[in-house]
Structures are given as structure tokens and as C-alpha cells.
T-cell receptor, first 113, second 111 residues
Framework: DVKVTQSSRYLVKRTGEKVFLECVQDMDHENMFWYRQDPGLGLRLIYFSYDVKMKEKGDIPEGYSVSREKKERFSLILESASTNQTSMYLC????????????FGPGTRLLVL | QKEVEQNSGPLSVPEGAIASLNCTYSDRGSQSFFWYRQYSGKSPELIMFIYSNGDKEDGRFTAQLNKASQYVSLLIRDSQPSDSATYLCAVKHPTGNQFYFGTGTSLTVIP
């Protein structure tokens, strides 16, 4: 079974703090993704990575950065957390090839005070 | 225009009935389509994917794809209360690695 894990289920941070969210997958997937999910807005892509040290901006990259130093690990960084970054953050990875199914981690619910 | 559109619902059906969930997409070149189920507070889980026009069946679930109409649907037969969830339609970018998600349809199956 594919397993995607995220470092925290719940986080509470203060405005201005630097926040690290980590995602690890154990199936040697090439592609990894970070989304945020907000009521009424659905899943929105922040960044994705198609290889180690490679990244591409998604639809809402402002205020975020990412790091992929190892194939299995993809980190999302909030440089200076703001209250409008309170959200559910979901990491996903894809099998690749024809199927391209995304497998999601359990999510991190972040509250910025 | 959004890449993927779904009726947000809520959709309510009685137990045992057929639930029909619909999705339209804007990029005519799209080739890969996915349905995910998401329970409240949980992450999305894949139900099924479809690439070819027509129907694809998996147990109580049938995905239907009509590329000419840019329309994909999910039918759930013999609906159960445990099917109550939000259903997300996703479409893969035709040339890139991105996936586009609809906002989801909330389904409630009434016992």
C-alpha cells in the first residue's frame, strides 16, 4: 500500500512565525504536491515537485516556499505565517505513468493566531 | 471559467437509491479523470479513474465519461449511509503534472 505521511495533524502558530510542514512518501514517487483546502474553494495547488530539487508554482504560491532535497520528502514552508493561511494542508504524490493516481496524506490542520 | 465544475449540493438520496454526481471540465485536451471521496475531517481517497469514453464499473460505482460534452459523472448504486461524504472530481492537465479539482458535491444518504 502507498503511504503518504505528514508531520503533524494539527498545528497552532502565531502570526509571523516560520512554519514547516513535512510530507514523506514511501513508494518512490516522482511527483509530489502541496494543496490547501478551504470551505467553498476546494483544493488549490500551492506547489508541486517532479524531481529532487525541482519545483513548480501552482495556483497560489504567494507566501509559501518548498524544499525537496530527497525524493521521498517534500516540505512546505510558510515564511511568515499570517491568519489567512489558516487552512487544511494536504500533501499528495503520484504513481506516475499512465495511471497518475494521486495519493493523499492525512492532512495538517493549521491555525494561525 | 473554472477548470472543473461540480454542483456543490447538498444532494440527498434515500438508502438504496442511485446517487448521480456530475462534473464538467473546460480543457478539451484532458485525458485523465478521477473521482475521490472525502469524509469530513479526512483526506480524499480515490474511488476510481477513467480515461476512455463510456462507462467504467467498479462494484456499486460507475464512472461515465463523455469527452465530446466534456462531462464526467459518478453513479453510486444501492446507496448506503456510509456513502455520505463529499465527492471530488479531478482532471489531470493534458500536458503537465497538475491536477485540477472541483469544489466537491456533498452527498447525504438518508437511512
Amino acid at each position: 500500500d502507498v503511504k503518504v505521511t505528514q508531520s503533524s495533524r494539527y498545528l497552532v502558530k502565531r502570526t509571523g512565525e516560520k512554519v514547516f510542514l513535512e510530507c514523506v512518501q514511501d513508494m518512490d514517487h516522482e511527483n509530489m504536491f502541496w494543496y490547501r483546502q478551504d470551505p467553498g474553494l476546494g483544493l488549490r495547488l500551492i506547489y508541486f515537485s517532479y524531481d529532487v530539487k525541482m519545483k513548480e508554482k501552482g495556483d497560489i504560491p504567494e507566501g509559501y516556499s518548498v524544499s525537496r532535497e530527497k525524493k521521498e520528502r517534500f516540505s512546505l514552508i510558510l515564511e511568515s505565517a499570517s491568519t489567512n493561511q489558516t487552512s487544511m494542508y494536504l500533501c499528495a504524490s503520484t504513481v506516475g505513468g499512465h495511471e497518475e493516481t494521486q495519493y493523499f496524506g492525512p492532512g495538517t490542520r493549521l491555525l494561525v493566531l | 471559467q473554472k477548470e472543473v465544475e461540480q454542483n456543490s449540493g447538498p444532494l440527498s438520496v434515500p438508502e438504496g437509491a442511485i446517487a448521480s454526481l456530475n462534473c464538467t471540465y473546460s480543457d478539451r485536451g484532458s485525458q485523465s479523470f478521477f473521482w475521490y471521496r472525502q469524509y469530513s475531517g479526512k483526506s480524499p481517497e480515490l474511488i476510481m479513474f477513467i480515461y476512455s469514453n463510456g462507462d467504467k464499473e467498479d462494484g456499486r460505482f460507475t464512472a461515465q465519461l463523455n469527452k465530446a460534452s466534456q462531462y464526467v459523472s459518478l453513479l453510486i448504486r444501492d446507496s448506503q449511509p456510509s456513502d455520505s461524504a463529499t465527492y471530488l472530481c479531478a482532471v489531470k492537465h493534458p500536458t503537465g503534472n497538475q491536477f485540477y479539482f472541483g469544489t466537491g458535491t456533498s452527498l447525504t444518504v438518508i437511512p
